[in-house]
């Protein structure tokens, strides 16, 4: 046998070996479905390591916590208790709540891992409606502290993002509406018009 012809035929043997192996991996990608397109899964939210205890009994991160018993004691100040229905969640909790929601049974609560709940960020407080004085209150007030409203049909929800939430200007509301001038002590005279 030629040499040409004897290297041809070992050539031809190697490629009968590999080629199904070539087709079968070629079949295997064909039959895989296609990527998904869907938003990949959601990453396990680390539970905060410094939870911290809030004025009603529920916990939140340390940092958000220290703002909302600021918040908390200014709201007492004018009259009114804020009132934390729900703190920092674990990741049983807000599969449980998530499960309720999903049979129709519970309030709309988000997939777990996708919760600032679990973070310890974010606080449902009873506001009532959005006509009550605490709502109002919260409205005009929670942005100096931190906390904002981030989703638009839960009146309740209140997430602490200190570095996205704006401070109002000087002598204005969270609103933008201008704060009345504060009130003198009683004994200091005011210039009349004369
Ligand atoms: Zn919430």
Known sequence: MPLSLLRWSIALFILCLLAPTAFASEERRRSMPPPSRKKPAARKVDPPRQLVRISGGEHLRRDAATAFEQMYSEARGAGLWLWVISGHRSWKEQKYLYRLYRKGLGARAARPGRSNHQR???????VGSTHTRTYEWLAANACRFGFRRTVKSEPWHWEYRPRTTLVPSPGQDCLGRLLEPPVPPEGVA???PS
């Open 120 to 126: 310890g960020t974010a606080v449902d407080i009873s």
């Open 190 to 192: 005011t210039p009349s």
